[in-house]
């Protein structure tokens, strides 16, 4: 098992640039993909980023491709979502999830689950 306590998230002008943190704890976090989701008032959860185990291979949603970097560090156990040129409609609350399966894109295909740091985007 691994859980997982997202840090990081606070309010922040458009334009601005906030660093997300994701602590595991637990021995297998390296055997994991770990993925970033977020989920605003009144929507679904949606995907933003993920990463794959030895953090060779990433992932984004089109709608932060170019912005927002996702990594991760083995050796400390934390994922990291590194956000820039953030817009209002970055607002949500973020989400790290860690996963043993093949598929990374919905929120049903991960096991663990953080319980989520609010970012929020002012115009």
């Known amino acids: 098992q691994v859980q997982l306590v997202e840090s990081g998230g606070g309010l922040v002008q458009a334009g601005g640039s906030l660093r997300l943190s994701c602590a595991a704890s637990?021995?297998?976090?390296?055997?994991?993909?770990m993925g970033w989701f977020r989920q605003a008032p009144g929507k679904e959860r949606e995907f933003v980023a993920r990463?794959?185990?030895?953090?060779?291979?990433?992932y984004y949603a089109d709608s932060v491709k170019g912005r927002f970097t996702i990594s991760r560090d083995n050796a400390k156990k934390t994922l990291y979502l590194q956000m820039n040129s953030l817009k209002p409609e970055d607002t949500a609350v973020y989400y790290c999830?860690?996963?043993?399966?093949?598929?990374?894109?919905?929120?049903?295909?991960?096991?663990?689950w953080g319980q989520g740091t609010q970012v929020t985007v002012s115009s």
């Open positions: 999830a860690a996963t043993n399966s093949r598929g990374y894109y919905y929120p049903n295909e991960y096991d663990y």
């Open positions: 637990g021995h297998t976090f390296s055997s994991y993909v």
């Open positions: 990463v794959t185990w030895s953090g060779g291979s990433t």
